[in-house]
């Protein structure tokens, strides 16, 4: 049955930009089904900063256009007026793959001309629930107590310039890497590993930058930076955050090679790395902010034998998926990235049927031995089966089991 928004409840508010003109009559059609959305429709992009810079939208849509490159930087901005409304690209001129790569760093959704226009207006209303479910009270409250929030480092900015940049080379990115000395070390550990199963030994950061790519690069600097922003307290002793960091980069390594054996885009390959990477940050966050009130919910998890997360949800009315989603969110991290790591542990809430990051993570997350704890809390994930159905990638789990237990006995 189709979930059709009340008409007695306010709108959706949605700004579309339609430089073409192809979608005139698209909300008229929206609404023709029962919904209640009120669309405001532009052509060109200084009307859609305009109009974002003075008013809220739940959603704001694109219909891809000859200017690409015009559009793109147009929702770059957007992210900045409003990083919580939706971000849509509906299909109009074919874009190349590199266009499509920069195009799923920015946008919740492409939608393909295929798709009934039933079936994107119901994507996006419950990418607007999966939205509320991110932003909720609970978690602003939470986040808020942490105090104020840390800005990404500065190489990672400088990465993210560089992935917009027509100009970055290997060794211009190179360059921004050796400001770090850290992240260089991380990265020649990256690319020494058995993941990549190289003949050699790799001791040149610009032979490393051509090999992992920015977006991965990306990753790892962000995540070494927030595992040095939220340490593991002196007093703690129930799990280790090296070995639960340890394991987040195999779920990544996992999560990266389930779309490639796919053939997902590279933009979906490193989304699902760094969705990987980072997954499970939420539980460093709230064992180091309240070791107390962590190790209690770890305590009732092992007596109980329940989910660590759903221990959480009792407790605090949120979980680590919750808290970590957050703080990416509010470091604009792709909203790929952000729902692989909101939804690992409930990836049939997501109202898509691609395949998509979120669930080469599910998958990595559920295949691997979970982390362990002195106090044997259950910190496992267990596969969506439905989930996985729906997806259409079901039948392929006893390969990827296979290669999950190869990397669990080479780490």
Known sequence: MTAVVNSKTAPIKVLMLDSRGEYFDWASKINQGGRHWDVLRVD???????????????????????????????????????????????????????????????????????????????????????????????????????????????????????????????????????????LAAKVLSVVNSAYFGLDRKISNITESVTLLGIRMLRALALSGHLVSLYPQQRNWSYFSFESLNQRSMLVARLAHQICRDLKASQAIQDQAFIGGLLHDLGVLVMASQDPQ?????????????????????????????????????????????????????????????????????????????????????????TLSMDYLKRVGVDKEIPRWKITANLYQNSK
């Open 44 to 182: 060109n992009n200084k009307a859609m900063l305009s109009f974002l810079s003075e008013s809220k939208y739940h959603a704001v849509v694109v219909a891809s256009s000859t200017r690409i490159h015009a559009d793109q930087d147009c929702l770059v901005k957007a992210i900045n007026l409003q990083p919580r409304a939706l971000r849509i690209l509906l299909p109009g001129m074919p874009l190349s793959r590199g266009q499509q790569n920069r195009t799923q760093d920015l946008v919740h959704r492409v939608y393909s001309d295929q798709q009934p226009l039933e079936e994107v207006a119901e994507g996006i209303e419950n990418l607007i629930k999966i939205n509320r479910l991110l932003y909720k009270q609970k978690n602003r409250e939470y986040i808020n107590s942490l105090g104020q929030l840390p800005s990404p480092p500065k190489v990672y900015k400088d990465l993210n310039e560089a992935l917009s940049s027509d100009q970055s080379n290997a060794t211009h990115i190179s360059r921004i890497i050796g400001q770090d000395p850290a």
């Open 293 to 381: 009130l962590y190790r209690k919910i770890m305590v009732i998890s092992a007596q109980k034998k329940a989910p660590l997360c759903s221990v959480e949800k009792k407790m605090l009315g949120l979980f680590h998926g919750e808290v970590g989603a957050y703080l990416l969110a509010h470091w604009k991290l792709p909203a790929a990235v952000i729902e692989a790591v909101l939804l690992h542990h409930t990836p049939q809430l997501s109202p898509g049927s691609e395949f998509s990051p979120l669930t080469a993570v599910h998958i990595a997350d559920s295949l691997l031995a979970e982390a362990e704890t002195e106090i044997g809390a259950n910190l496992s994930n």
